[in-house]
T-cell receptor
Framework: QQQVKQSPQSLIVQKGGISIINCAYE??????FPWYQQFPGKGPALLIA?????SEKKEGRFTISFNKSAKQFSLHIMDSQPGDSATYFC??????????????FGTGTQLKVEL | DGGITQSPKYLFRKEGQNVTLSCEQN?????MYWYRQDPGQGLRLIYY???????QKGDIAEGYSVSREKKESFPLTVTSAQKNPTAFYLC??????????????FGAGTRLSVL
């Protein structure tokens, strides 16, 4: 049972454009939603994260939009650069009172930013 | 230089053989995790440990075993019972699960192939 659904599977964006990756979750107990970035042959690294008490969080060119009622959240990469080409994973977890801080990951989006 | 070290980077397993993947962290983190990554399937949790001498099964524990005898070490054994072991294995660690954030830091991974 996949609890976090991610789309699209792959994405090609022109340099300077906006990259948008979407995720939807089922478990309403999730209360922490991070995004990880992974380059080929490397482990994922935390990019940005949000909790459901806010609808948006921005860090530099990266923004998470969160819609609690729709149980959806998305990553927006503004002014996309070739160096942003990587695989992006959304994830979700339940807080410290339950779930042991296990992360449930989406299936990943392979982003390619072309010149 | 703090971080998570996984070794070896590449590993080959023969039919019927058990192999052990090493994961060491010097971040003084209490929790450690093992994930398996397959193309198009994201990261799936194999085992996790919140404290020394204790660990729990994740979503796909069959055919794997772990130990947590020291805080900094969490080796994963892929046993002969795991019939499809070819994958990229990632180890991660995080601060005590009682913390407000669940930032998991990942190692660079071990790629396991079957001969």
């Amino acid at each position: 049972q996949q609890q976090v659904k991610q789309s699209p599977q792959s994405l090609i964006v022109q340099k300077g454009g906006i990259s948008i990756i979407n995720c939807a979750y089922e478990n309403t107990a999730f209360d922490y939603f991070p995004w990880y970035q992974q380059f080929p042959g490397k482990g994922p690294a935390l990019l940005i994260a949000i909790r459901p008490d806010v609808s948006e969080k921005k860090e530099g060119r990266f923004t998470i939009s969160f819609n609690k009622s729709a149980k959806q959240f998305s990553l927006h990469i503004m002014d996309s650069q070739p160096g942003d080409s990587a695989t992006y994973f959304c994830a979700a977890s339940i807080g410290p009172t339950g779930g042991g801080n296990k992360l449930t990951f989406g299936t990943g989006t392979q982003l390619k930013v072309e010149l | 230089d703090g971080g998570i070290t996984q070794s070896p980077k590449y590993l080959f397993r023969k039919e019927g053989q058990n192999v052990t993947l090493s994961c060491e962290q010097n971040l003084n983190h209490d929790a450690m995790y093992w994930y398996r990554q397959d193309p198009g399937q994201g990261l799936r949790l194999i085992y996790y440990s919140q404290i020394v001498n204790d660990f729990q099964k994740g979503d796909i524990a069959e055919g794997y075993s772990v130990s947590r005898e020291k805080k900094e070490s969490f080796p994963l054994t892929v046993t002969s019972a795991q019939k499809n072991p070819t994958a990229f294995y990632l180890c991660a660690s995080s601060m005590s699960p009682g913390g407000a954030k669940n930032i998991q830091y990942f190692g660079a991974g071990t790629r396991l192939s079957v001969l």
